[in-house]
Nanobody, 117 residues
Framework: VQLVESGGGLVQPGGSLRLSCAAS????????MSWYRQAPGKERELVAG????????NYVDSVKGRFTISRDNTKNTVYLQMNSLKPEDTAVYYC???????????WGQGTQVSVSS
């Protein structure tokens, strides 16, 4: 399985970005997808997750109402729409895929998101 993130960059506070994670090599469609982030000097944290069929989502409290996770299983792609960005959202964002039955865990290489004026 390979995960390739894109869409990161530098944005001003209050701005928006949309991250994409394109997956390849899935053996079936039973993968839960998530976005994590890691800021300098901090532990990696779960930002948002979405179930294999896209019916259940969850978010860390700090991004609720601002970020939206979605997926297109026809394209094996998961998205993270980030609105009203804050400087504290600055981090490397990682895509994660986890098989819901076998527990196989995969990570992308990460994409940098920087929020600064």
């Amino acid at each position: 399985v390979q995960l390739v993130e894109s869409g990161g960059g530098l944005v001003q506070p209050g701005g928006s970005l949309r991250l994409s994670c394109a997956a390849s090599g899935f053996t079936d469609n039973r993968y839960r997808m998530s976005w994590y982030r890691q800021a300098p000097g901090k532990e990696r944290e779960l930002v948002a997750g979405i179930s294999s069929v896209g019916s259940i989502t969850n978010y860390v409290d700090s991004v609720k109402g601002r970020f939206t996770i979605s997926r297109d299983n026809t394209k094996n792609t998961v998205y993270l729409q980030m609105n009203s960005l804050k400087p504290e959202d600055t981090a490397v964002y990682y895509c994660n895929a986890k098989h819901v039955v076998y527990g196989l865990d995969y990570w992308g290489q990460g994409t940098q998101v920087s929020v600064s004026s």
